[in-house]
């Protein structure tokens, strides 16, 4: 049973282009959790997906950034017009049920971003 | 009022030490927490489960004083392999973020 899938583990996009982030739940996971990490920071919540719905966004710029979890394949979180801010560590996480329930979350290695 | 703080460190310790982390949250309606352990440049991995009696896990102790809204992880017998960043997590009845918030995460450096 393979766990979180994140790809690309790296990515190097220059300012202007657009950065797309894909995850892969654990198998039987229909819950999404995407996650910014700058150095020596703290994970900062960025949006909560489940299957084809977006459930929390609050922690997501409204501008240029947007994420789905279509009803098959991998969720994606798209960034456009990235700029040097938003070189970072994405980490996606998923659960079975809602983490509100207490469920733990399993994560992903991460998609290291470079604006360069 | 930061929701989740925890003090950054680092806690520079010897091998062998006790050392203990406290995580104070500020929604007295907070419901689960947790510890997790994350490695640097890696994903975060939970480390242990927070019950209200208090748990126990070989070495690592971790403890719930609701009054005073804090959690805290006792690590007995520190071993090099411990070295990483502690992040404590709370989940809040009925909060946004996917009701689950994160601390920044407290730094250990075990030495031999």
């Known amino acids: 049973n393979a766990g979180v899938m994140q790809n690309p583990r790296h990515l190097v996009r220059r300012r202007g282009q657009e950065a797309r982030l894909r995850c892969s739940p654990m198998k039987g996971h229909s819950h999404v959790y995407w996650y910014r990490q700058l150095p020596e920071e703290g994970l900062k919540f960025m949006v909560y997906?489940?299957?084809?719905?977006?459930?929390?966004e609050s922690g997501m710029p409204k501008e240029r950034f947007s994420a789905e979890f279509p009803k098959e394949g991998p969720s994606i979180l798209r960034i456009q017009q990235v700029v040097r801010g938003d070189s970072a560590a994405y980490f996606c996480a998923s659960s079975p049920l809602s983490a509100a329930l207490g469920e733990k979350l399993f994560f992903g290695s991460g998609t290291q971003l470079s604006v360069l | 009022r930061k929701e989740v703080e925890q003090d950054p460190g680092p806690f520079n310790v010897p091998e062998g030490a006790t050392v203990a982390f406290n995580c104070t949250y500020s929604n007295s309606a907070s419901q689960s927490f947790f510890w997790y352990r994350q490695d640097c440049r890696k994903e975060p991995k939970l480390l242990m489960s927070v019950y209200s009696s208090g748990n126990e896990d070989g070495r690592f102790t971790a403890q719930l004083n609701r009054a005073s809204q804090y959690i805290s992880l006792l690590i007995r017998d520190s071993k090099l392999g411990d070295s990483a960043t502690y992040l404590c997590v709370v989940i809040f009845a009925g909060g946004s973020q996917g009701n689950l918030i994160f601390g920044k995460g407290t730094k250990l450096s075990v030495k031999p």
């Open positions: 997906l489940q299957k084809e719905n977006i459930i929390d």
